[in-house]
């Protein structure tokens, strides 16, 4: 009986995977894609119909069909494709087809986000042979548990997912070579159009054109530094004039208020105190994840995705691209029973805190999250001191985020003066 092979897209997830699956598995990577649309414009030319994708401007036909061959996609065919492996990776296929040969039975365990299903279903298109061979297998974290249940339940490919990094492929391709030669003509030769910097230009512009259109307007705000009958700092807002809202708009309405408050007394018309609780953030994703590190670790995005990638693949935590703040109930149980253990109950909410992912977001992935809570930072010593600074990160809010709300008093005073 042969082995089965596995198949991931990375060299450090292999490694990591290897560790848990018996020798009954040979797991190898793709290292990343392993083909793509033409980079030279070698693609095969197509003959094409004469219907215009509606709403593009239609090419004449030789130049239609020099675009179409430099593009390797056909918007005026039923968006035809010519796919090529990639430069450099014909050995990794040349490799990975002699162990599908050999092989009783191949596991896609690519990623699980659309670039992974991607990279699956190339792999399968490349290899060939029956489908039935293929099993594709998921998991949102590289640890022992997480592949057994997976290898145990594997699936099939999510052609949808493939056909939307597919979209998304062919809208980089065909922006990007209609556009460009446009910035070429009206600005300077060089510069590139693509699908999001495109749309992002157009925001700029549109906010620019706010801008020059704003008419300012001048007004003032006054402060006032007081101290309590303890000496105590206590800066005030001078907000109403005579029970009216008050906004200066000029320098001498400014100072005649100044002059007044120099010479007035004050004292406290009403004061409140109001307990109230301050609930813990959502576990990151992928946006916050990046928004936290660039402000509380000067990491750039890029930076933050690497570190975070290694983590990954490391078995330290789980997928670090999502838009789901989703948490699975083991996930729970283990940082509800880490609270108790080590905070004590106090700090521990009845049930679960619940957090609402953003509408569209893809509920089945789960949050950033430590794989394993008990794992502290400092015991990383496989991990570079930025990813152990970046799991700390990711530590903390995971644990906060399952924490009873922080009770805060808030002091509201009204002071006048006269």
């Known amino acids: ?28 990577s793709s290292v990343g894609h392993i083909r793509d649309l033409p980079t030279s414009g070698s693609a095969s030319k197509k003959s094409a119909d004469s219907t215009a994708t509606k709403g593009a401007k239609k090419p004449k036909k030789d130049e239609r069909s020099a675009l179409v061959n430099r593009m390797g996609v056909d918007p005026w065919h039923d968006w035809n494709a010519h796919y090529e492996v990639l430069p450099g990776k014909e050995k990794v296929v040349s490799e990975l087809k002699q162990l599908a040969e050999k092989a009783d039975h191949i596991y896609l365990a690519t990623d699980l986000d659309r670039e992974g299903e991607a990279i699956a279903w ?40 493939v056909n939307a990094q597919q979209a998304r492929r062919f809208m980089d391709r065909v922006v990007g070579y209609m556009v460009s030669p446009l910035l070429w003509k009206k600005i300077a030769r060089g510069l590139s159009a693509g699908r ?24 003032w705000e006054v402060d006032a530094s007081t101290t309590t009958p303890g000496g105590d700092a206590l800066p005030l807002q001078v907000t109403h004039k005579d029970d009216k809202p008050f906004r200066p708009v000029s320098r001498d309405e400014t100072m005649a208020a100044v002059s007044l408050l120099e010479k007035a007394s004050y004292s406290v018309l009403e004061r409140e105190d109001k307990p109230t609780s301050s609930k813990p953030g959502a576990p990151f994703i992928t946006s916050t ?29 789980t997928y670090m691209r999502t838009d789901s703040t989703n948490l699975s109930q083991d996930a729970l149980n283990m940082v509800r029973g880490y609270i108790s253990d080590k905070f004590g109950k106090k700090y521990l909410p009845d049930s679960a805190n619940q957090y609402a992912s953003k509408e569209n977001s893809q509920e089945a992935h789960e949050a950033i999250r430590p794989s394993d809570v008990n794992v502290l930072a400092e015991t990383l010593k496989d991990m570079e001191a930025d990813a152990q600074k970046l799991y700390q ?19 509201h005073a009204d002071r006048g003066c006269g």
């Open 196 to 219: 999001v910097q495109s749309v992002a230009v157009r925001l700029v512009v549109e906010r620019e054109r706010e801008i020059k259109a704003f008419v300012p307007e001048e007004y």
């Open 1 to 28: 009986m042969g082995k089965a092979l596995v198949i991931v897209e990375s060299p450090a997830k292999a490694k990591t995977i290897n560790k848990y699956l018996g020798n009954d598995y040979v797991v190898k």
């Open 393 to 411: 990160l990711i530590w903390r809010q995971f644990v906060a985020c399952q924490m009873t709300p922080a009770p805060v008093r808030l002091h």
């Open 122 to 161: 190339h792999l399968r298109e490349v290899i060939g042979g029956d489908e039935q061979r293929y099993s594709r297998v998921v998991f949102n974290e590289i640890t022992k548990n997480a592949i057994r249940q997976a290898f145990e339940k594997p699936g099939e490919l999510n052609i949808d997912r």
């Open 289 to 317: 994840l990046q928004q936290a590190a660039s402000t509380r670790l000067g990491f750039g995005v890029k930076k933050t995705m690497m570190m975070a990638q290694r983590l990954y693949e490391a078995g330290h935590i």
